[in-house]
């Protein structure tokens, strides 16, 4: 309802305690006409001085405290209080705000302190014809009206009561000041004393006030000291200020530089989450890799072993060739002796010189080093075909005589001097074979070197 946001400043003071003859309302109708603007003329005594938050309310009649208003409207304050004009005020109230019911209201002047300073007899917002209106009222209205008559006469019974215990206060009120009034005599006797004593006092104070004097002066000449003293404080204060103002421009830039850090950790620790996961998967990959390894090697420690079995096997059956042949050759070789002997003796029987023979059989060094160099065991042969060497059978002549019955002795003596075997036996697999297949025998032994 008020015309402005702002509430005025109000109070719980009762009636009893306020001065209503301070503002003094003009002028006022006893109704106005709703609808229009309602202007509102008040005088102030020479007793009120008015201030800033005063205001002027409308109040239903009948209302306890100024907390009860309808609407309100700031006051002006005059530019000079002591000319009529600004005596004379006026506040003016949009119609908009103002009641729309018939019931008696009165303007009332409240300062800051939410005193009430003056209240406006009481009036009405009707209509101007409203005396030729026809009032038609109920039973139960006037009922209501009487029990407001009864409200009403008690209410003026106990204001009868209340004027009555008010003179009594103000027969009290006369006899303390006529008792007040002999004091203020006897305060007026007081008073003359007192200025007696004050006019001793002002000589004093007239002597303290030039030493106030003097000491006025010192404070200037300290206050001058001290206003260059705050000129120097205030320079090194804006120099502070400047200092403080590249701390904090400095503080910023720390803090830009450690947002900018935060962001570059953040991507490092997301380079090396996916640096880790790559080297997890590396892991992985290598451990296959050693697992594939590990298996590739097993499988070719596994082939070594089994080729190296295979090896030694072969190297045992070389081995065993190797030693049959070994032994076959000394057999042979001593054979080549017996033979050799059987030889000489017959030339002796002869009368022949073994070393004068045009062709001298070969000594065991002598077929060694003509042997084949690509067997490696050496010849097998080598014994029989020494043993039968077509030179000195192909001598059947007598050197001295020169008969030809010598190579048929000397054919005859080595058969019956040579050991005739009647089986071969394999010295590998122990197979057997007969003399005669000796041939068989030694391409059965052949093959098993291989």
């Known amino acids: 309802m008020e015309e402005t946001?702002?509430?005025?400043?109000?109070?719980?003071?009762?009636?009893?305690?306020?001065?209503?003859?301070?503002?003094?309302?003009?002028?006022?109708?006893?109704?106005?006409?709703?609808?229009?603007?309602?202007?509102?003329?008040?005088?102030?005594?020479?007793?009120?001085?008015?201030?800033?938050?005063?205001?002027?309310?409308?109040?239903?009649?009948?209302?306890?405290?100024?907390?009860?208003?309808?609407t309100f409207m700031w006051v002006s304050l005059p530019v000079d209080l002591n000319s009529d004009s600004a005596k004379q005020q006026e506040v003016q109230f949009k119609a908009y705000y103002l009641p729309k019911d018939d019931e008696y209201y009165q303007f009332c002047y409240v300062d800051q302190d939410g005193v009430v300073r003056g209240a406006s007899i009481p009036f009405q917002f009707r209509p101007e014809n409203e005396e030729d209106i026809l009032v038609v009222t109920t039973q139960g209205e006037v009922e209501e009206i009487e029990q407001r008559n009864k409200e009403l006469c008690k209410e003026n019974q106990e204001l009868k009561d209340t004027c009555v215990s008010l003179q009594k206060q103000n027969s009290d009120t006369q006899a303390e000041l006529h008792k007040t009034q002999e004091e203020l005599e006897i305060l007026k006797s007081t008073a003359q004393k007192l200025e007696q004593e004050a006019k001793a006092q002002k000589d004093g104070w007239e002597t303290e006030l030039l030493q106030l004097k003097e000491q006025n002066q010192k404070m200037s000449s300290e206050n001058e000291k001290m206003g260059v003293r705050v000129e120097q404080l205030q320079a090194q204060l804006s120099t502070r200020e400047k200092e403080m103002e590249k701390l904090v421009q400095g503080d910023q830039d720390k803090t830009e530089q450690l947002e900018r850090l935060k962001k570059e950790n953040s991507q490092l620790l997301l380079t090396l989450t996916q640096q880790k996961e790559r080297q997890k998967k590396l892991e992985q990959t290598v451990e296959e890799m050693l697992k594939q390894e590990e298996t590739t090697t097993l499988k070719k420690q596994l082939a070594l072993k089994d080729e190296n079995a295979g090896l030694s096997k072969k190297l045992s059956e070389n081995k065993i060739i190797y030693d049959a042949l070994q032994?076959?050759?000394?057999?042979?070789?001593?054979?080549?002796?017996?033979?050799?002997?059987?030889?000489?003796?017959?030339?002796?029987?002869?009368?022949?010189?073994?070393?004068?023979?045009?062709?001298?059989?070969?000594?065991?060094?002598?077929?060694?080093?003509?042997?084949?160099?690509?067997?490696?065991?050496?010849?097998?042969?080598s014994g029989i075909q020494e043993s039968s060497a077509p030179s000195l059978l192909a001598v059947k002549k007598c050197p001295t005589c020169k008969s030809d019955f010598a190579g048929d002795i000397l054919d005859f003596t080595s058969e019956q001097q040579r050991p005739q075997p009647l089986c071969l036996s394999c010295p590998i697999c122990d197979k057997t074979f007969p003399a005669k297949e000796k041939q068989i025998f030694e391409d059965h032994v052949f093959c098993h070197s291989l």
Not at 38 to 43: A, G, N, S
Not at 328 to 335: D, G, S, V, Y
Not at 352 to 379: E, H, I, R
Request: overall charge neutral; proline content about 7%; aromatic content about 14%.
């Open 5 to 70: 946001v702002e509430d005025p400043p109000t109070s719980a003071v009762l009636l009893d305690h306020c001065h209503f003859s301070q503002v003094i309302f003009n002028s006022v109708e006893k109704f106005y006409v709703p609808g229009g603007d309602v202007t509102c003329y008040y005088t102030l005594t020479q007793q009120f001085i008015p201030r800033r938050k005063d205001w002027i309310g409308i109040f239903r009649v009948g209302w306890k405290t100024t907390r009860e208003y309808y």
């Open 327 to 381: 032994k076959e050759k000394e057999r042979l070789e001593r054979e080549n002796d017996l033979l050799k002997r059987e030889n000489s003796r017959l030339l002796s029987y002869m009368g022949l010189d073994f070393d004068s023979l045009p062709y001298q059989v070969p000594t065991s060094a002598q077929g060694g080093a003509g042997q084949n160099p690509a067997l490696v065991y050496g010849n097998p042969y």
